[in-house]
């Protein structure tokens, strides 16, 4: 395998003919350098989200596509669209809120998501109940702690403006990740807006769970999706069969994953830490039952979106942060590279 890749690197430094040719000649020779290698990047460390890619890694459905796939952590989102926006990267996990956001800012960026694996915005208002907050009305001039890094801050806006909230009636502090949860658990703020699974987080803290009130924004109106596959456009341009053959695998890894999510966690825990393996379980249910197996994810199927729906979401993004230039639906999500709906339902879910 690395014998494979140092020869797809030399081929791409300046030789001569002969240097090029007698290289050519010895990946022709080496079965391993004959599959198409592709760079997959996360958005963040690895955790339970990575779990159906790690999967289809760890089974061997990617290299059974013919593909060699590495995949990788990023610091950021902003990290893993500027991967692919560079052509570093073939492929990303990433959230197509940002990715909006990222081509609104470079409009050279020419790169599409091409599988939605976030169906739902994950994303909630978590607040303590002993606050007196049971529902987004009573968060009017309440403290709440959000984040820039995860679009926390973009999203909190969105839902207040969708449940006629006054945003600037909210005591929002901006805070850093790390701290966004230490912070309610302390009582320093009275809510946050965090991804829904936090609450296994918040807990871990010993906030009592009948302290704490979850409100997934999906629940009151945001119609945004979630966490998308992005292809460079030289992905889309000039490796079409290689993505198919990837996005293929992506979904068996997460039918795989809705199907026992028990042992798909299994794959990554025992590259992070295996005594938080309850912990990112608990994380991954939730998030398989809130956004990625949906009733519209039962019916369409893994991938898919629904453009009139994304085309309310572009809209209700724009309540939440400025666009220079509104997208089309067709400007941000091409369809054309999804597997056929029988090779990526759910368990449970009924072909047409």
């Known amino acids: 395998m690395r ?7 030399l081929l791409l430094l300046p030789a001569t003919a002969v240097v090029v040719v007698l290289a050519a000649a010895t990946i022709l020779a080496c079965p391993a350098a004959a599959q198409p290698y592709v760079k997959f990047t996360l958005d963040g460390r690895i955790d339970s989200r990575a779990a159906p890619f790690l999967l289809a890694l760890d089974r061997g459905w990617l290299k059974a596509e013919g593909l060699d796939v590495s995949i990788d952590p990023a610091t950021s989102p902003q990290e893993a669209l500027t ?8 492929l990303a ?17 020419a790169m599409p998501a091409v599988f939605m694996v976030e169906n739902r915005l994950p994303f909630a208002v978590l607040a303590r109940r002993g606050r ?53 658990a302390s009582g320093q703020v009275d809510a946050i807006a965090a991804r829904t ?41 000039e490796r079409g069969a290689a993505l198919r053959s990837f996005l293929r695998a992506a979904a068996r890894g997460l039918e795989e994953t809705a199907r026992d999510p028990a042992k798909a966690i299994d794959v990554v825990v025992q590259r992070t830490d295996p005594t938080l393996r309850a912990r990112e379980l608990a994380k991954l249910e939730i998030d398989l039952a809130g956004s990625l197996v949906t009733p519209e994810v039962r019916e369409n199927g893994f ?44 368990p449970g879910g009924a072909a047409r």
């Not at 014998?3 to 690197?9: A, E, I, N, V, W």
């Not at 809120?97 to 050279?108: E, H, S, V």
């Not at 529902?135 to 006629?164: C, H, I, M, W």
């Not at 572009?314 to 091409?334: C, H, N, S």
Request: positive net charge; charged residues 25%.
């Open 3 to 9: 014998m494979g890749r140092l020869l797809r690197r």
């Open 83 to 90: 991967r692919v926006a560079t052509g570093t990267y073939d």
């Open 93 to 109: 996990l990433v959230d197509i809120n940002a990715l909006i956001k990222f081509r609104d800012q470079t409009p050279a960026a």
């Open 132 to 184: 007196g907050i049971v529902g987004p009305k009573e968060l009017d001039g309440k403290r709440l702690g959000a984040s820039t890094a995860d679009g926390s801050v973009t999203y909190l806006q969105v839902f207040a403006k969708l449940n006629g909230i006054d945003p600037a009636r909210l005591r929002l502090e901006t805070v850093a990740l790390p701290v966004r949860e230490p912070m309610l």
């Open 197 to 237: 699974a936090t609450v296994v987080d918040l807990r871990a803290r010993g906030v009592p769970a009948e302290d704490i009130v979850v409100l997934p924004m999906a629940d009151y109106g945001v119609a945004l999706y979630g966490q998308a596959i992005v292809a460079s456009a030289r992905m889309v341009a």
């Open 303 to 346: 991938g898919a979106v629904d453009m009139a729906r994304l085309g309310r979401a572009i809209d209700q993004l724009a309540l939440g942060t400025e666009l220079r230039v509104k997208p089309k639906p067709t400007d941000v999500f091409d369809p054309s590279f999804l597997p056929p709906l029988d090779e990526r339902l759910p």
